[in-house]
């Protein structure tokens, strides 16, 4: 015959188990040192991803003033700069075959996309660049 045990004392199937302020510590522990390494793996991915955006942009826009080229028989001037691919240039209305993008979108640091005719590194067409703010001196253009 079983006797049984009163229910006060603790049996080892009716004990509360809870984690130890220790094992806590162990496991945030364990965690920042997870994060530690990680995380600045991703720290440059947010750069990489606006030069990118940059970059696609650059093509966009160059492949637009191609087509304008193609309908105008001229590349924009400075002064005209990127808006005549939204809206028509002055007097040439009837040639104008637009608009080549539906609207000018700033480069991903939030400054517009800067235009030259006839360009420095493409004396006989035009520059199109953006400026990386992040890295001095860095230009992202069609060259």
């Given at each position: 015959m079983k006797t049984r045990l009163p229910?006060?004392?603790p049996t080892s199937r009716t004990r509360l188990e809870a984690f130890t302020l220790i094992e806590i510590m162990v496991v945030v522990v364990i965690l920042g040192i997870l994060a530690a390494t990680i995380i600045p793996q991703f720290m440059g991915t947010t750069h990489d991803a606006k030069v990118s955006k940059a970059k696609s942009d650059v093509?966009?826009?160059e492949n637009a003033l191609e087509r304008f080229y193609i309908h105008m028989d001229r590349h924009p001037t400075t002064e005209e700069g990127l808006k005549v691919l939204v809206t028509a240039?002055?007097?040439?209305?009837s040639k104008w075959r637009g608009p080549y993008v539906k609207q000018l979108r700033d480069d991903p640091w939030g400054h517009p996309y800067q235009y030259r005719n006839p360009g420095l590194h493409h004396t006989s067409s035009f520059d199109l660049w953006a400026k990386d703010p992040e890295k001095e001196g860095t230009d992202i253009g069609n060259w």
């Open positions: 229910e006060t004392e093509s966009e826009l240039p002055p007097g040439d209305e």
